[in-house]
């Protein structure tokens, strides 16, 4: 069964860190570019951060420019996003998707939702104090 699971976020305080894990199962992340999306309430889904299949390229939403690091570990079949300095305004659902495509894209781009085949099943991060 192909599944991601996302694991780490919870409650923190301004300032403070998570690390995000998307493990997958059912299939192999080697051949898949990751995306991290994030939904707050009432908001549109937005993409956060992404990293290639291939040359390990990266792309970052100007909001977390800085902030947040994505990193792969095909080994463990897993993806993180290590999430530094958070702000109340990053209080979201986090999502991880999978999907055949590259992203980022040439231009460095972020593909949109719509272009990923799997997704986990989200997990809270809330910033506050």
């Known amino acids: 069964q192909v599944q991601l699971v996302e694991s780490g976020g919870g409650l923190v305080q301004p300032g403070g860190s998570l690390r995000l894990s998307c493990a997958a199962s059912?299939?192999?992340?080697?051949?898949?570019?990751i995306g991290w999306f994030r939904q707050a309430p009432g908001k549109e889904r937005e993409g956060v951060s992404c990293?290639?299949?291939?040359?390990?390229?990266?792309y970052y939403a100007d909001s977390v420019k800085g902030r947040f690091t994505i990193s792969r570990d095909n080994a463990k079949n897993t993806v993180y996003l290590q999430m530094n300095s958070l702000k109340p305004e990053d209080t979201a659902v986090y999502y991880c998707?999978?999907?055949?495509?590259?992203?980022?894209?040439?231009?460095?781009?972020?593909?949109?939702?719509?272009?990923?085949?799997?997704w986990g099943q989200g997990t809270q991060v809330t910033v506050s104090s």
């Open positions: 059912g299939f192999t992340l080697d051949y898949y570019a």
């Open positions: 990293i290639s299949s291939s040359d390990g390229s990266t």
């Open positions: 998707a999978a999907g055949m495509i590259k992203s980022p894209a040439p231009g460095g781009t972020m593909a949109g939702p719509s272009s990923y085949d799997y």
